[in-house]
């Protein structure tokens, strides 16, 4: 799990910027209006859409913009048809990368993706050439210094967690993705707070990027795909030794 937490962190790092040029509440917009067109407006009836209301709000997303994203998938004003994509293949090193992305024109953003590996010396393969990598978990990350690990263990589990693993300073609780919500909103009632928390997808295994070079193509492979407005996220299997990424960062 370590490389993919380090690239988590530095997503993380990068989010103020993010949000500054917009792309943060872009994404999320997208994510209620198209978790809404398949499972309704009402959040107490659509786990997808709270779980998305419940990002929005972590990342101080106003009020009324959450509320129009909804009225946009109810179709009670108009807004934008997207469509959920998602391409595979291999970047720098053979690492297994996955990107998921809503989008209004699937060409253009099959060819800008498709640019993207071709340009950082992967390539774009078939649909699920390397999608049986991954498993779909729900995950939930937690700053080590604010919860004792034997607390949170005892938490998650009780709430239906599958496992917590302690890694890079901070913990990540995994969990079934039917049991996401109920995980979640039991933490939360203890006092837990989340970096990040969301149903994504988690490598089976991790290939090891060892030289510098391949690294410092993998990153920038990643960074370019998610500063794309069409994707929505970016999951890889790589893992980078501590020296090479402190080089980088």
Not at 130 to 140: A, N, P, Q, T, Y
Not at 168 to 183: H, I, R, S
Request: charged share 30%.
């Amino acid at each position: 799990m370590s490389g993919h937490s380090k690239w988590a962190n530095i997503k993380r790092r990068k989010g103020a910027v993010d949000a500054k040029r917009g792309k943060i509440f872009t994404r999320l917009t997208k994510e209620i209006i198209v978790a809404t067109r398949i499972g309704g407006g009402d959040p107490s009836g659509n786990p997808r859409l709270r779980s998305c209301i419940v990002a929005a709000k972590s990342e101080n997303m106003p009020k009324d913009k959450i509320e129009r994203a909804i009225k946009k998938g109810t179709g009670a004003i108009e807004g934008e048809n997207y469509e959920e994509i998602r391409y595979e293949g291999y970047g720098p090193g053979g690492v297994a990368v996955i990107v998921e992305c809503m989008s209004d024109n699937r060409n253009r953003t099959a060819g800008e993706v498709r640019h993207a590996f071709s340009k950082a010396g992967g390539n774009m393969g078939e649909s699920g050439c390397v999608g049986w990598m991954f498993d779909r978990k729900g995950s939930i990350t937690v700053a080590g210094d604010t919860v004792e690990e034997e607390k949170l263990m005892e938490l998650a589990i009780e709430a239906g967690a599958e496992d917590v693993i302690e890694d890079a300073g901070e913990f990540q609780v995994l969990t079934d993705p039917d049991d996401f919500d109920v995980v979640r909103e039991a933490l939360e009632k203890e006092g837990v707070k989340f970096s990040e928390a969301a149903v994504t997808l988690i490598p089976q295994n991790m290939v090891e990027v060892g030289d510098e070079k391949t690294a410092k193509q993998l990153l920038r492979l990643l960074e370019v795909l998610e500063d794309n407005d069409d994707v929505q996220s970016v999951h890889a299997n790589f893992d980078i030794p501590d020296a090479i990424m402190e080089a980088l960062v």
